[in-house]
């Protein structure tokens, strides 16, 4: 089984930093690029912008726990500079985003990409190495999909048990 890439129907929220702005705003737009590729409409996409990836967790969860989203996209960047501040930047961020999605079971895409240098970060926003940000889109659909498809398959194994133990029951 796996999660088709049609966005027609789904609702996503967008989580960006605008700590090195000049690289999450070019991932932001590959992302929704990608959405709205797939078949989904503005309306149905919502950006949120942070101060920096750090705050990228609480806020994802928190759009989690609208509701409202089949998936989310955690959009940041961050530049290792000369102390450890990048390491614990980038630490609580990849680690807050994987708790914020196991605990409300929305999938949350990783987009931070975590760079030794200013070069790096651009040859993953567009240059060299393609957009992270439209892989993120991608990822985000299929994970969407996904989530869909095995909660209605949940619903069903469930629904299987209880009939199961009714027939055993007589
Ligand atoms: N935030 C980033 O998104 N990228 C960075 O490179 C970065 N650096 O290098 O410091 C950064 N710091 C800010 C941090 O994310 C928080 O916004 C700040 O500490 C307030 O909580």
Redesign the pocket.
């Known amino acids: 089984m796996s999660g088709e890439l049609s966005a027609t129907g789904l609702r996503f929220g967008i989580a960006v930093?605008?700590?090195?702005s000049f690289i999450?705003e070019r991932l932001l737009a590959a992302a929704v690029d990608a959405l709205e590729r797939a078949g989904a409409t503005s309306k149905e996409v919502d950006v949120v912008r942070?101060?920096?990836?750090?705050?990228?967790p609480l806020t994802s969860k928190k759009l989690a726990q609208t509701g409202k989203y089949d998936a989310l996209i955690a959009i940041?960047?961050?530049?290792?500079?000369e102390t450890a501040?990048?390491d614990y930047?980038c630490s609580e961020?990849s680690r807050g985003l994987q708790l914020a999605q196991m605990d409300t079971g929305v999938p949350v895409i990783f987009c931070?990409l975590t760079v030794d240098t200013l070069e790096q970060a651009i040859d993953r926003a567009g240059l060299k190495s393609g957009n992270k940000g439209f892989e993120a889109g991608l990822a985000a659909i299929e994970m969407g999909r996904l989530s869909k498809k095995l909660r209605g398959n949940a619903g069903g194994a469930v629904a299987n048990a209880g009939q199961k133990k009714k027939a055993q029951r007589g």
Do not use: D, K, Q
């Open positions: 930093s605008r700590f090195n999450t942070v101060p920096g990836a750090f705050e990228l940041g960047c961050v530049i290792r500079g501040h990048y930047v961020t931070v």
